[in-house]
């Protein structure tokens, strides 16, 4: 099973900053199966990312994706307090699919 | 635009099954992916299992011997059912559309849509 690591575990900026997460997986992933998704308390997970780079239809453009590999970041530039929620990073690319922990954004 | 809900029971007992049901509108089950994750409270999210709509099936190794999926495309709904459960299973429970597809060359595989989601609790 492709364990994913996602850092820091949690996030306090302040509105305008730039937030940048990080997620690690335990081998390999195929790009094109790497996916990032936003989750406000209460709420189902909202597909944000794609494909790695792919930003899903209605996303922002602050929102952004790279990474290959086994390295993957998730970029939030000029934070706004809506994006207080917690991200995951998720591999489809190897049986069975997982998820990572979480990064927890805090809005000062 | 398509939406996804679930619906069953929020309070099943210990070695109990639990059966949930996932109802799509705004479009057709057909041709498609649909997942199954759950979140237990504080925790991160948790893949079930995956059924195609000619009825394929994918579970969680962990979950394999417990877990059957089913679909039913004349009433466009999938249905969960976990058996034994025990209070390790008590969790938000979401159902989800899973898109794939190839593109210039490049392949893609996400769960695109989600719906709600629903407590279920494990408890005599």
């Known amino acids: 099973e492709i364990v994913l690591t996602q850092s820091p575990a949690t996030l306090s900026l302040s509105p305008g900053e730039s937030a940048t997460l990080s997620c690690r997986a335990s081998q390999i992933v195929t790009a094109g199966f790497l996916s990032w998704y936003q989750q406000r308390p209460g709420q189902a997970p909202r597909l944000l990312i794609f494909?790695?780079?792919t930003r899903a239809i209605g996303i922002p453009a602050r929102f952004s994706g790279s990474g290959s590999g086994t390295d993957f970041t998730l970029t939030i530039s000029s934070l706004q307090p809506e994006d207080s929620a917690v991200y995951s990073c998720?591999?489809?690319?190897?049986?069975?699919?997982?998820f990572g922990g979480g990064t927890k954004v805090e809005i000062k | 635009q398509v939406q996804l809900q679930e619906s069953g029971p929020g309070l099943v007992k210990p070695s109990e099954t639990l059966s949930l049901t996932c109802t799509v509108s705004g479009g057709s089950i057909s041709n498609s992916y649909w997942g199954w994750i759950r979140q237990p409270a504080g925790k991160g999210l948790e893949y079930i299992g995956r059924?195609?709509?000619?009825?394929?099936?994918n579970y969680h190794p962990s979950l394999q011997s417990r877990v059957t999926m089913s679909i039913d495309t004349s009433k466009n709904q999938f249905s969960l059912n976990l058996t034994s459960v025990t209070a390790a299973d008590t969790a938000v429970y979401f159902c989800?559309?899973?898109?794939?597809?190839?593109?210039?060359?490049?392949?893609?595989?996400?769960?695109?849509?989600w719906g709600r989601g629903t407590l279920v609790t494990v408890s005599s």
């Open positions: 059924i195609y709509s000619s009825g394929t099936t």
């Open positions: 998720h591999q489809d690319s190897y049986l069975p699919p997982t």
């Open positions: 494909g790695a780079s």
């Open positions: 989800a559309h899973s898109k794939q597809y190839c593109s210039a060359g490049n392949c893609y595989r996400y769960f695109e849509l």
